[in-house]
């Protein structure tokens, strides 16, 4: 198991409509405890699970956007953004979450997680991984 | 070709998991080897032994727990998943306290290490749902 691959997790779904979202945030955060160079990408609805101020108390389920936030604990700091999808939906980055992570590389520097990407350098990302976790 | 297969779905529900099955046994007929075919979201519920489809429809899971006995493959349930929708072995039924178990014959459950492990030794992880 000392091989790494290039992970791509693609997350297409809104948060809470249906379970996908949650259950592959899961696999991330296992995931990340097996080493490989991971990669996680947000498109269609799927860009919904990193809005700010996610509020579920109306739908009597669990609010897990924080969750996303230790993502960058876990080393999984390369959130990929289709910027099609953003526009699609009237979205820009000031709706989501500031998510960072700490660059050990840099001393330590504080850096942004997120990258908004067109649908071509995302097609050019996946094409460059080795495994795609479709969600 | 080394292929990992993930089923997202539920059985009957979804033709996602005939769609699974199908390749899966397609793929040891040419040849191929199924390294794991793991079960994930509803995808869990391809593992219960308590279905009884009626007599003139496709039994699902009675065809992965066959095809499990006739190749050896690894139908590995996730626990979390599994935990969420109520499918049981005997060492979940220990450890939760349930009053029985329904986990089919051929598969078994565990975490989801187990489809990272497959992504990682497999040429091909194929996914199957939505």
């Given at each position: 198991m000392s091989e790494t691959k290039k992970f791509m997790y693609i997350n297409r779904k809104a948060p809470y409509g249906t379970i996908y979202a949650w259950e592959s945030l899961e696999v991330v955060l296992i995931g990340a405890a097996f080493e490989q160079d991971v990669s996680v990408a947000f498109v269609d609805d799927g860009i919904y699970q990193l809005c700010k101020d996610q509020d579920t108390t109306g739908l009597g389920i669990k609010n897990f956007s924080a969750t996303y936030r230790a993502l960058g604990d876990y080393d999984v700091n390369k959130l990929y953004i289709e910027k099609e999808s953003l526009d699609a939906r009237g979205l820009?980055?000031?709706?989501l979450m500031p998510l960072k992570y700490e660059d050990e590389n840099d001393d330590w520097a504080e850096k942004d997680s997120i990258h908004v990407v067109s649908s071509q350098e995302l097609a050019e990302l996946f094409e460059q991984s080795d495994v795609l976790f479709n969600f | 070709m080394k292929f990992a297969i993930q089923v997202n779905e539920g059985p009957y529900n979804h033709e996602a998991t005939v769609s699974a099955l199908n390749f899966t046994k397609a793929a040891l007929e040419a040849g191929h080897e199924i390294f794991r075919v793991f079960f994930y979201h509803d995808g869990?519920?391809?593992?219960?032994?308590?279905t009884s489809p009626p007599q003139d429809d496709i039994h699902i899971t009675n065809n992965w727990s066959e095809l499990a006995a006739k190749h050896e493959l690894d139908l590995v349930v996730c626990v979390a998943a599994a935990q969420r929708r109520g499918i049981v072995d005997e060492g979940e039924q220990e450890r939760q306290g349930k009053d029985g178990n329904n986990i089919a014959p051929g598969f078994r459950i565990s975490g989801l290490g187990q489809l990272v492990e497959a992504g990682i030794q497999s040429e091909r992880l194929v996914v199957f749902g939505d």
């Open positions: 820009t980055l000031d709706d | 869990v519920n391809n593992g219960t032994r308590f």
